[in-house]
Each structure stands twice: as C-alpha cells, then as structure tokens.
C-alpha cells in the first residue's frame, strides 16, 4: 500500500501558516473532556465557529453551550446532525459507537472528523471511508498529532526533497501512560472492551502513526506484537549495522523513568525522572554524571582510543583484578548466568530470522 496523501509541500499555506484556514462551521458530538479541549482550541481560531453541541443528555449539552459560548445545543445526537448549519460534526464520544455515528453524519450530508481511533475495525473503517466517497464528503481520523508545525517539519525533513536523515531505518515511538491518574477504574469506557476501551484503540494509533510516516504509509510487511499484562515486564530492544540509533537505554516503572544516556553500552550519565500525582507530572528529576579521566600524556602519545569511551575499560579491569583477589571465580557484576542467558536470547534471534549461525553452510 502506498502513501494517499504525500506530505503538503513548504510553500502550502498549511506549511507557512497552520493557522490559515477559511471559515468552517462545527458541531460538536459528545461534551466530554476532548471536546472540551477541541473547543477550547478552536477558540485561537476566529474563522472557525461552533454552532451547535450535543450530548446523550440535555443538560450537559447545556452546560457545555454555556461554557463555550455555543449557540444552540441539543440532548441527542441525532437533532444536531438534522441542522443545517452545522458543516462539519467533530466526534468526541467513545469508541464503540464510531460506525453508527460516523455514518449518521455522513447521511445527513456532514464533514465529519472522527477523534481516533478511527473506527473499531477494518470492516467498519472500510466502510465509513467508501461511504464518506460515495457521498463526496470529507472524512478524518482526529490523528492531530500530524499537524503540529514539529511534526511536519519531521516529515519535511525527513521524507522530502533533501531526505536529510537519508534512507529510514528504524523508527521508535511509544506512548504509555498511567490511566489511573484520568479514569477511574473501573467505570471509565477506557476499561470496558464493549464501548470500545483498551490501549488497542484508545492509544496505539498514535505510536503506529508515527512510524507509519516516515515509512511512506506503506503497510508494514511483517507484524510481532507482544502484549503485556500488570506485573509482567518487556523489553524493546534493537541492534544493527545500518545506522546511529540514539543508543539509550530508558528503564520504566511505576513511579518513574531512567535514562542511561548514549552512548548506551558505555555510558557516563544517568537521569532519572520521578513521577509525581496527575498524567505527565515529573516530581524530581536526579542527573548523575561520572566523567572517565582525562587522556594521560603516555595515552595520547600512544594514538589514543580506536572506540568511544574506551577510558572506561579502567573499571572492568579492577573489578577482574578485586575478584581474582578475593577468590571469585565469576564477577557479580554481570554473572555466567547472564551470559548464557545472552547466548541463548541470540541463538533464538537468529532462528526466528532463519540467519544461518557461523558454523552452517
Ligand atoms: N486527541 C486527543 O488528544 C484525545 C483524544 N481522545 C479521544 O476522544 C474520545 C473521547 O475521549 P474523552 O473525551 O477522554 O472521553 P470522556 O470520558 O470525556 O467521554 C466522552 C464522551 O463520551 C460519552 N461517554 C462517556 N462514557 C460513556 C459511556 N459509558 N457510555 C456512553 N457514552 C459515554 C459521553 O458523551 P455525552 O457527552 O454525549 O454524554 C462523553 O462526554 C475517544 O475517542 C478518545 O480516544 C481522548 C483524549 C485526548
Ligand atoms: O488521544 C489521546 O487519548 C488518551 C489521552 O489521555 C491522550 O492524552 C490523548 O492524546
């Protein structure tokens, strides 16, 4: 599959200035908490207006009216869409109703933008996106994180002209967050497969769509999901010869982050991020750093180091050296058990990529 949509070009009023945009009439489907955000955004826009809300009750379609100044406001979902003067509807309800409500809009002739996920599976996406071609409407998954000027600049850079990263090779994104801190458990839709809830929907788009991006829209040609259950742990980890990863390694747990800085296999700096109450809240934040000694004379005389950070050999050597003294036969540090644990997490590497090991023909 290849990419729909190549990226706007820079001379593209949407390049030059993201906030050009001709008039626009919304209504909005749901008053919840994104809508809320969407709306409270739309207000940096005074070409944009909103003309009518609507929830599943009367009073909370009021209650939002009120706060954001919206002219008409409805207790179903089906009487804004019958208004003529909404344009274009945005969706910011839960997951499961995406099919229903996406065509509904449509019918009665909306734009629609759907917050994401788009849909809660192919079949029905499928079907929105025929049905939104049939009817010459416009139809969007709310991935907004494409539009940020960063992220077209990324994709500029990257994916244009001057391909200034040169031929991709790997992409990491990730987006994890502790929900607990935004809903409650377990009465929020986020917990509850038949509205829809789940990371699955509610927050891998994000993370696939930024690898998506700068591999041209192609669909991956292989896919290994691992899943992970509370308590359970999983690495992602990646090696190669094609290209300088950032070489980091980041750590994760409950109550906060760790970053061994790069280079990763020999590093000097440590930070780590303690979390603090509310989604995307640091509390402290403790850096470390642990310089290697300066070049001696005799060193730089004798032609230096081939590899990065070479000095540090120093603290391998004296921990053999404390070891053969106090009779260890093995360093604690990083035990035999750990590396026919390497040897074995290799050996399984190579077999699921069918890469022939040094002693096959
Ligand atoms: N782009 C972004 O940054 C973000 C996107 N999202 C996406 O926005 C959408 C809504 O998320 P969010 O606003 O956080 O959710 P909310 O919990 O605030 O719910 C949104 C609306 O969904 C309806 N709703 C909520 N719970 C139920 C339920 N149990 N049964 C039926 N309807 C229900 C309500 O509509 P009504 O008002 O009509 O009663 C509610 O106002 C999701 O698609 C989510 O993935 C969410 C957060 C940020
Ligand atoms: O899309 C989203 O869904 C979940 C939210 O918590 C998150 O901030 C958002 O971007």
Redesign the pocket.
């Given at each position: 599959m290849t990419s729909s949509v190549p990226p706007p070009p820079l001379d593209d009023p949407e390049q030059s200035d993201p906030m050009f945009c001709p008039p626009l009439k919304w209504g909005i489907l749901?008053?919840?908490?994104?809508?809320h955000d969407f709306s409270q955004a739309l207000k940096h826009l005074p070409t944009q207006s909103i003309v009518a809300c609507s929830?599943?009750?009367a009073d909370?379609a009021e209650k939002f009216a009120e706060k954001h100044k919206i002219g008409k406001h409805y207790g179903s979902y089906d009487e804004m869409l019958k208004d003529p003067e909404v344009e274009i509807v945005y969706v910011?309800?839960?997951?499961n109703s995406r099919k229903e409500i996406g065509e509904k809009c449509l019918m009665h002739s909306k734009h629609v933008l759907l917050?994401?996920p788009f849909a809660c599976s192919v079949k029905d996406g499928k079907y929105l996106i025929s049905l939104a071609k049939e009817r010459n409407l416009f139809i969007m998954e709310?991935m907004?994180t494409r539009f940020f000027p960063a992220v077209q600049k990324a994709r500029d850079l990257a994916m244009g002209s001057d391909k200034v990263l040169g031929q991709i090779a790997t992409v990491y994104s990730d987006f994890n967050f502790n929900a607990a801190d935004s809903d409650a458990y377990p009465s929020?839709?986020l917990y509850q497969r038949k509205?829809g809830g789940g990371a699955n929907l509610?927050v891998a788009p994000y993370p696939i769509a930024a690898a998506s991006m700068f591999f041209d829209g192609r669909m991956p040609e292989d896919i290994k999901a691992v899943g992970q259950l509370p308590g359970s742990g999983v690495a992602m980890l990646s090696y190669g010869f094609l290209c300088e990863t950032p070489e980091e390694t980041v750590v994760v747990g409950s109550k906060g982050r760790m970053k061994i800085g790069s280079p990763g296999h020999c590093p000097t700096m440590l930070s780590i991020d303690l979390k603090a109450d509310g989604r995307g809240n640091l509390g402290k934040t403790l850096n470390f750093e642990y310089p290697l000694p300066e070049d001696t004379k005799e060193i730089i005389d004798s032609g230096g180091y081939f590899y990065p950070n070479s000095a540090g050999f120093l603290y391998e050597a004296a921990a053999v050296a404390r070891c053969i003294a106090s009779g260890k036969r093995e360093a604690p540090q990083f035990t035999l058990e750990e590396t026919m644990l390497n040897l074995r997490v290799i050996e399984e590497i190579r077999n699921q990529l069918g890469v022939k090991a040094f002693d096959e023909d």
């Open positions: 749901g008053c919840g908490r994104v809508s929830a599943r009750s909370s910011g309800n839960i997951h917050e994401k709310g907004w929020s839709f509205l509610l």
